[in-house]
């Protein structure tokens, strides 16, 4: 997609940082923030309209999700997802949360709040079941209980895919009694959801990282799972999530859940296609590239790659200079790249680390925009090596 | 010319910034995010880049952030930490400019292609007629900060702009002000930026460094009282010594970390005939030995007349270690400390190091 801010013909690869609102999103909300205004929880007519729409948007998320309609929390994003699911299981059962070093922030910093237990991961970044089952028995042998287990499903800097089957089965064996929660949020675009939502209690997504509005998450909470909950207040959600529901939010999400799910597998095909080629227009014309986590592994989103012998921040200059959004690790409360604990925890060394690049994905990449990357990232690479 | 300037989220940087963009400069602004630890002096903070963000934007330049926090940390708290344990006084914002703005900056800069690093130090950069580069110090007297970045030598002076080393400071915030920059009217910073306000530096080097008890004792060895950290004390200090009352005023006049003991006397006894300076870096050429030169020991200090006795070779290096003669004896500079050289009309930088 060549899109344009100030006039510079960008081409975009941040999909996984946020993705371009789908048409259908922006069309379905449109009339819910302007004349469709009403507060859906009011008992005049107006208020009934909203409701319906609110109820509708709710029924069609639970049939992609394979869950109840009363399964489906709406909130503001995958962060307060996150943060509802772990705080609100720690604070309705007590004990000890558990997750995997690879984690997002809005998981990690909540498990290490809680003194909680970080499990390790494999080169790839998927956490080590042998691992867990370890930490799980660990816990239980020092008579205490396991009161939440929350392993992502897709790493959202390296893009590899979690066995959640495999994980479940461990924390069923393990610790029969804990949450088991997923962050879904980069799985929405590649995974099918339902598989997700089958084997764990809780499930965590974003709405603007598959073409929804910023601003908006969906907890799916399993009937008889029981959460604190995170913000209270007018008892919206059915007392798990108050505050005035957000009308046009939770529609445009819906549409962008649809369009995302009906498109899903030839979406698949074709950025899989994408990425095999600018994976291999990377590697094989630089020399020390790695593809962080083999494409096998990874979702077609996400093309990841540590480059020895340059530094990010200077790489993503260079690649802003040609016209190139990409990113590298997660940015700071300054805006200043932080080291990643990704990276790190997969055990690559800090000569390939220093020079992380993930290029992201989604339903506007074309093959121009790959074409373009490519010449990009050689020429910036090749300068910063000079 | 594309130039690469260095926004603080303070008045001076941000003016600099503005007066590049007026002259028609490709200007990017850059803040460096140097410190990852505690701080509450302001300096490094997220609000700093927020301000610098802000004013970015207000005059339309981009902005980035580059996190030097490793390279800090190496090349300046550490050592930082490491002088106070041989029980030297260092000044980190010299080895910050040394290490950080003149160096990783600017060596990154030169690889993402600009012209020039700007930064809103107030000095100024002038070529001689033969086309030598020199520092000369800013036209605000009471704000030249020339002593800070004394040690930018020809390649680094070539490459560098300081757009408000001609301003006066109120000047700059006027211009600020003009401009309706949010800096306009942001205090000065003074502290070092890791230092925090409440624990200050004892606290922090509190957590590094164990401090150890030393005796304080008189010229002749008499022990008078005794005091916590040894590593805190710098010579010329004459509070906190927790000394009888009563007695004539008494100053450090040497430190003894490995031994455990401060020497206190009268201030008269801190007078100096000479000082050794180690680790010296030229702006061009050393002046040739007998040179008479303005010395300058502190960053607000006044300067004083010496002649350049010696010139000596320094782990390999030649001309690294001078040995200057005041004309008049002065008090003794703490080791650590950086001494500047100034020509003798005191306002070209000639050079500078480290006082031993």
């Not at chain 1, 390790?120 to 287990?149: C, H, K, M, P, Q």
């Not at chain 2, 004013?55 to 002088?83: G, K, M, T, W």
């Not at chain 2, 010579?235 to 005023?249: A, D, F, V, W």
Request: charged share 25%; hydrophobic share 40%; proline share 3%.
């Amino acid at each position: 997609m060549q899109m344009s801010t100030s006039s510079v013909a960008l081409a975009y690869f941040d999909h996984a940082a946020t993705a371009p609102m789908r048409r259908e999103a922006i069309e379905a909300m449109r009339p819910y923030l302007d004349d469709q205004f009403a507060n859906p929880s009011g008992s005049h007519r107006f208020s009934r309209t909203a409701r319906r729409a609110v109820d509708e948007a709710r029924d069609d998320v639970a049939d992609v999700l394979g869950c109840a309609p009363g399964e489906v929390v709406f909130t503001s994003g995958g962060t307060e997802a996150d943060n509802a699911a772990i705080f609100g299981a720690v604070r309705r059962h007590g004990g000890v949360a558990v997750c995997s070093a690879a984690e997002h922030h809005a998981v990690l910093h909540c498990v290490e709040h809680l003194r909680g237990e970080v499990v390790a991961v494999d080169r790839n970044g998927v956490i080590d079941i042998d691992a867990l089952s370890a930490t799980l028995s660990e816990v239980v042998d020092r008579n205490e209980r396991v009161s939440l287990v929350s392993v992502m499903a897709v790493n959202n800097e390296v893009g590899s895919i979690t066995p959640m089957r495999d994980v479940a089965r461990a924390v069923r064996a393990g610790a029969p009694g804990a949450v088991l929660h997923s962050d879904a949020v980069q799985a929405a675009c590649w995974l099918d959801l339902r598989d997700i939502v089958l084997v764990t209690d809780v499930v965590s997504l974003s709405a603007h990282k598959f073409g929804g509005p910023k601003g908006m998450g969906i907890m799916v909470q399993k009937a008889g799972i029981m959460l604190e909950p995170l913000i209270m207040g007018g008892g919206q959600e059915r007392d798990r999530r108050s505050g005035t529901t957000n009308v046009a939010g939770i529609v445009a999400t819906a549409a962008a859940l649809r369009a995302t799910t009906t498109h899903r597998e030839s979406e698949k095909q074709r950025v899989g296609g994408l990425k095999s080629r600018l994976v291999a227009g990377i590697t094989s014309q630089l020399p020390d590239v790695l593809q962080t986590v083999p494409s096998g592994l990874s979702v077609d989103g996400i093309a990841h790659f540590c480059i020895a012998d340059v530094e990010s921040e200077a790489m993503l200059f260079l690649l802003d200079e040609g016209g190139v959004c990409a990113s590298a690790a997660s940015a700071c409360a300054s805006g200043a790249m932080e080291p990643s604990h990704v990276l790190r925890a997969m055990g690559v060394e800090s000569r390939f680390s220093k020079g992380a690049l993930r290029l992201s994905l989604g339903h506007t990449t074309t093959v121009a925009d790959v074409e373009r990357a490519i010449e990009v990232i050689l020429a910036s690479v090749k300068r910063l090596r000079r | 010319m594309k130039v690469l300037v260095a926004m603080s989220g303070g008045v001076d940087s941000s003016v600099a910034a503005a007066e590049l963009r007026r002259e028609g400069h490709d200007v990017v602004g850059v803040t460096m995010r140097l410190w990852g630890g505690e701080s509450d002096t302001g300096c490094c903070s997220v609000s700093d880049v927020d301000d610098a963000r802000r004013v970015a934007q207000q005059l339309r330049i981009d902005h980035l952030v580059f996190n030097f926090s490793e390279e800090f940390n190496d090349a300046v708290v550490a050592p930082y930490v490491d002088a106070h344990r041989n029980g030297d006084t260092p000044n980190p914002c010299i080895e910050c400019n040394r290490h950080l703005k003149f160096d990783r900056l600017s060596q990154r800069a030169r690889l993402l292609g600009f012209d020039a690093v700007a930064t809103g130090h107030h000095a100024r950069i002038e070529r001689q007629p033969s086309g030598v580069w020199r520092v000369a110090r800013g036209a605000d007297s009471a704000k030249d900060q020339s002593y800070v970045v004394h040690m930018l030598d020809q390649r680094e002076l070539a490459y560098t702009l300081f757009p408000v080393g001609h301003l006066t400071k109120s000047q700059v915030r006027e211009r600020a002000r003009e401009l309706g920059l949010r800096t306009a009217a942001k205090p000065d910073s003074q502290d070092v930026c890791f230092i925090s306000k409440t624990g200050g530096r004892e606290t922090f080097l509190g957590h590094r460094i164990p401090f150890r008890r030393a005796r304080v004792m008189n010229e002749s060895g008499e022990q008078l009282g005794e005091v916590d950290a040894v590593e805190l004390v710098t010579i010329g200090q004459r509070r906190g010594l927790r000394l009888p009352g009563g007695s004539p005023k008494q100053f450090v006049l040497d430190v003894d970390v490995h031994a455990g003991t401060v020497v206190v006397g009268d201030e008269s006894r801190l007078a100096r005939d000479v000082i050794v300076v180690r680790g010296m870096s030229w702006s061009h050429e050393p002046p040739a030995v007998g040179a008479s030169v303005k010395v300058q020991t502190s960053a607000h200090g006044a300067t004083r007349e010496a002649v350049l006795e010696e010139i000596l070779e320094e782990d390999g290096r030649s001309s690294a270690r001078v040995v200057l003669r005041w004309r008049e004896a002065q008090r003794r500079t703490a080791p650590g400390q950086s001494v500047v050289l100034y020509d003798e009309g005191d306002r070209l930088v000639l050079g500078g190091g480290i006082a031993v």
